[in-house]
């Protein structure tokens, strides 16, 4: 599988691909906000994308989020977030988020999640779930 995994830090991007590094069978790629723009239309395709919600700079996760599902929207997107506002989790189901972890959350989960998002599973962290309940 191509991975793309999308975070202005470049220390968290090396933990996330050191996480879901499985020696042989994914290739991975990784972008930063000044790299992703010029680079998404062009030769990535990823399979599965990791973005972080608040990647700062000019383009903002959801801004990101649309242009890859307008792009290839058979891509698997997580969502990394710190926090989510009712809005941006919306409207990023409306464009077919198909996982939400905190950033803080532990390997093992991230590679659960990884495996679910894998096989067409939708993931939602339980505190995200919580969270959500809590605004409605």
């Given at each position: 599988?191509?991975?793309?995994?999308?975070?202005?830090?470049?220390?968290?991007?090396?933990?996330?691909?050191?996480?879901?590094?499985?020696?042989?069978?994914?290739?991975?790629?990784?972008?930063?906000?000044?790299?992703?723009e010029?680079?998404?239309?062009g030769?990535m395709?990823?399979?599965?994308?990791?973005?972080?919600?608040?990647?700062g700079?000019n383009l903002?996760?959801?801004?990101?989020?649309?242009?890859?599902?307008?792009?290839?929207?058979?891509?698997?997107?997580?969502?990394?977030?710190?926090?989510l506002?009712?809005?941006e989790?919306?409207?990023?189901?409306?464009?077919?988020?198909?996982?939400?972890?905190?950033?803080?959350?532990?390997?093992?989960?991230?590679?659960?999640?990884?495996?679910?998002?894998?096989?067409?599973e939708?993931?939602?962290?339980?505190?995200?779930?919580?969270?959500?309940?809590?605004?409605?």
């Amino acid at each position: 599988m191509k991975i793309l995994v999308v975070d202005d830090d470049a220390k968290e991007r090396e933990n996330i691909i050191s996480i879901l590094d499985d020696r042989d069978k994914n290739t991975f790629m990784e972008a930063d906000t000044k790299s992703i723009e010029l680079n998404l239309l062009g030769n990535m395709n990823p399979d599965v994308a990791i973005i972080d919600l608040n990647i700062g700079g000019n383009l903002h996760g959801i801004s990101l989020l649309k242009k890859m599902k307008d792009y290839k929207p058979e891509t698997k997107i997580i969502l990394l977030v710190s926090e989510l506002m009712p809005e941006e989790f919306y409207i990023s189901e409306e464009l077919g988020v198909d996982g939400y972890i905190f950033k803080d959350i532990e390997a093992n989960d991230i590679r659960y999640v990884y495996n679910l998002i894998k096989v067409s599973e939708k993931f939602k962290q339980p505190l995200i779930i919580g969270y959500m309940q809590k605004m409605n």
